[in-house]
């Protein structure tokens, strides 16, 4: 029986396409999506930000000329040690994982990567943009932060994780995979930072922190609505601007 998710879009460039067809498109531009394999409470799946930034990663390539790159899976999460399906690599090994990439799309003329961070708990991931653009002048590496003006979700700030914004998020990419049955709300009397310091399993029991329970599709869809259009414009205008910034520097 073929697999049933895997079929042919003409409107995304990536790893569904032959050798053939990337040599007659020669992008210049790639993303490459970081996911992430961990808790998200008893409602989520664990792999809510890999479902996430491939959705968010496929819809920035439907709409603009990029390499979409298959996702990196498996991050640093080892903040969630001690909980269940949860798995990481260091903080070191993804450091080597992305520079050989991105040196290796380099070496095929692809001159900006956009990495598309869909987990938090990738701090890593500024240094080794900053030190990627200090040391290889011919590509530019960048992050891609894009700004929601009118958020729909309501918890406090800080809610970081499997709260209202992500279990919205799912329930409008993959509604069959989210338990709202299970869904509780949280308040963490702690910053994120703490995560420097505990697993998350220490900080808050559940695994949630932020308001699940008040997550709904409609937010969702709002979301990601406005997050695809902001994405969709920081990546031209972040390259533009260092393309400038870069043309003006005599370092
Ligand atoms: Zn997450």
Same mark, same amino acid.
């Given at each position: 029986?073929?697999?049933? +998710?895997?079929?042919?879009?003409?409107?995304?460039?990536?790893?569904? %396409?032959?050798?053939?067809?990337?040599?007659?498109?020669?992008?210049?531009?790639?993303? $490459?999506?970081?996911?992430?394999?961990?808790? !998200?409470? *008893?409602?989520?799946?664990?792999?809510?930000?890999?479902? #996430?930034?491939?959705?968010?990663?496929?819809?920035?390539?439907?709409?603009?000329? =990029?390499?979409?790159?298959?996702?990196?899976?498996?991050? =640093?999460? !080892?903040? !969630?040690?001690?909980?269940?399906?949860?798995?990481?690599?260091? @903080?070191?090994?993804?450091?080597?994982?992305?520079?050989?990439?991105?040196? +290796?799309?380099?070496?095929?003329?692809?001159?900006?990567?956009?990495?598309? @961070?869909? !987990?938090?708990?990738?701090?890593?991931?500024?240094?080794?943009?900053?030190?990627? @653009?200090?040391?290889?002048?011919?590509?530019?590496?960048?992050?891609?932060?894009?700004?929601?003006?009118?958020?729909?979700?309501?918890?406090?700030?800080?809610?970081?994780? #499997?709260?209202? +914004?992500?279990?919205?998020?799912? $329930?409008?990419?993959?509604?069959?995979? =989210?338990?709202?049955?299970?869904?509780?709300?949280?308040?963490?009397?702690? +910053?994120?930072?703490?995560?420097?310091? *505990?697993?998350?399993?220490?900080?808050?029991?559940?695994?949630?922190?932020?308001?699940?329970?008040?997550?709904?599709?409609?937010?969702? %869809? $709002?979301?990601?609505?406005?997050?695809?259009?902001? #994405?969709?414009? *920081?990546?031209? *205008?972040?390259?533009?601007?260092?393309?400038?910034?870069?043309?003006?520097?005599?370092?």
């Amino acid at each position: 029986m073929p697999l049933p +998710s895997i079929q042919p879009d003409p409107e995304i460039l990536d790893h569904r %396409r032959s050798t053939v067809e990337f040599a007659t498109a020669k992008p210049d531009i790639a993303l $490459l999506p970081l996911g992430a394999t961990e808790q !998200h409470g *008893a409602h989520l799946p664990c792999g809510t930000d890999t479902f #996430a930034v491939d959705y968010l990663a496929d819809e920035i390539a439907r709409r603009l000329p =990029v390499w979409r790159l298959p996702t990196i899976p498996i991050t =640093v999460s !080892h903040m !969630h040690r001690g909980s269940p399906g949860s798995v990481w690599i260091t @903080n070191t090994t993804l450091i080597a994982v992305v520079k050989d990439i991105v040196l +290796s799309l380099r070496s095929q003329g692809v001159s900006r990567v956009v990495i598309v @961070n869909g !987990h938090g708990g990738n701090f890593v991931v500024r240094p080794i943009i900053q030190d990627l @653009n200090r040391d290889y002048l011919d590509v530019h590496v960048m992050l891609l932060e894009p700004v929601v003006r009118e958020s729909p979700f309501t918890e406090p700030p800080g809610s970081i994780h #499997a709260g209202e +914004s992500e279990t919205s998020r799912l $329930l409008h990419i993959a509604p069959a995979l =989210v338990r709202m049955d299970r869904a509780v709300s949280t308040d963490v009397p702690y +910053s994120q930072s703490f995560l420097l310091y *505990a697993p998350i399993a220490d900080l808050e029991p559940s695994g949630v922190w932020g308001h699940a329970a008040d997550a709904t599709a409609e937010k969702g %869809r $709002l979301y990601e609505e406005r997050l695809i259009a902001a #994405a969709v414009e *920081a990546i031209p *205008a972040t390259f533009a601007a260092i393309d400038r910034i870069v043309g003006q520097s005599s370092r």
